[in-house]
């Protein structure tokens, strides 16, 4: 019986993607391949097979990731709303169907794991400790009557490759989507698309509705602009 993986879209600014072992309304199966991602993406590591995926059409909600906050009676990070200006909470998401951002990669970690646990899988990540909330991770403080450049240091993060819960894609993975599998790269599908739309969108200072434009070929929506991801290198 095939493993089935499901990838979730989480955003740093956050979206995810969701592997989980079930098929649902909101996910597409992808079909794997034997391909060289280094040959379409530089940057891309050397691994050639691409897994048979199960992804998320959409990515993660503001008012998804709300829930994990009440859940955990996590609140602080709705005080950034309070701070004012362009970047806070409020004005990045505007709407409960908004692209969720202001996430770290732990967060987006947790949110996968909480997930899981939700709907009744194994959870795909081993963290090892907590990062507390702050609204600056990289600060100048005074330690011992010198100031230094403090950086909260990141909790330990395993995955665990045989757990059928939610997780964040591999680089490969990520681009492999974004190019919209092996199909999508076989009749490169992105030089048909009006890229004015996808820029308008990628440059505003906020995160969109999801599902606003048109999803690639594989039926995954808004993972060529809206915000970026959080992926698992």
Same mark, same amino acid.
């Given at each position: 019986m095939l493993k089935k993986s499901f990838l979730i879209f989480l955003y740093f600014s956050i979206?995810?993607?969701? *592997?989980?072992? @079930? ?16 040959? *379409? ?12 995926? *199960? ?8 008012? !998804?990731?709300? !829930?994990? %906050? ?7 990070? =709705? ?17 409960? @169907? ?8 732990? @967060? #987006? ?5 909480? =997930?899981s646990e939700q709907e009744g899988y194994e959870p795909a990540y081993d963290i090892q400790g ?18 230094? *450049? ?7 993060? =395993? ?7 939610? =997780?964040?894609?591999?680089?490969? !993975?990520?681009?492999?989507? %974004? %190019? ?11 030089? !048909? ?17 999801v599902g606003s434009l048109k999803a690639n070929p594989l039926g995954v929506y808004d993972i060529?602009?809206? #915000?970026?991801?959080?992926?698992? #290198?």
């Open positions: 979206s995810v993607l969701i *592997y989980a072992s @079930d098929t649902k309304t909101n996910e597409v199966y992808v079909k794997g391949s034997n391909i060289n991602m280094q040959e *379409y993406i530089k940057f891309c590591d050397k691994t050639k097979k691409i897994k048979n995926l *199960y992804v998320q059409k959409y990515e993660v909600t503001r008012k !998804e990731f709300e !829930e994990y %906050l009440d859940y955990s009676q996590y609140s602080m990070l =709705r005080q950034y709303s309070k701070t004012g200006g362009l970047f806070t909470y409020d004005n990045l998401m505007p709407y409960p @169907d908004c692209a969720a951002v202001l996430i770290t990669f732990y @967060d #987006a970690c947790k949110y996968c794991n909480w =997930r907590e990062l507390p909330f702050e609204l600056n991770y990289f600060q100048w403080k005074q330690e011992n009557g010198e100031w230094i *450049y403090y950086v909260l240091k990141m909790p330990e993060i =395993r995955l665990n490759e045989k757990a059928n819960g939610y =997780r964040l894609p591999t680089i490969n !993975e990520y681009f492999y989507l %974004l %190019l919209g599998g092996q199909e999508g790269i076989d009749n490169k599908w992105w030089e !048909e698309i009006d890229i004015t739309k996808y820029e308008f969108f990628a440059n505003s200072h906020f995160t969109n509705k060529f602009s809206n #915000a970026p991801e959080w992926i698992w #290198a």
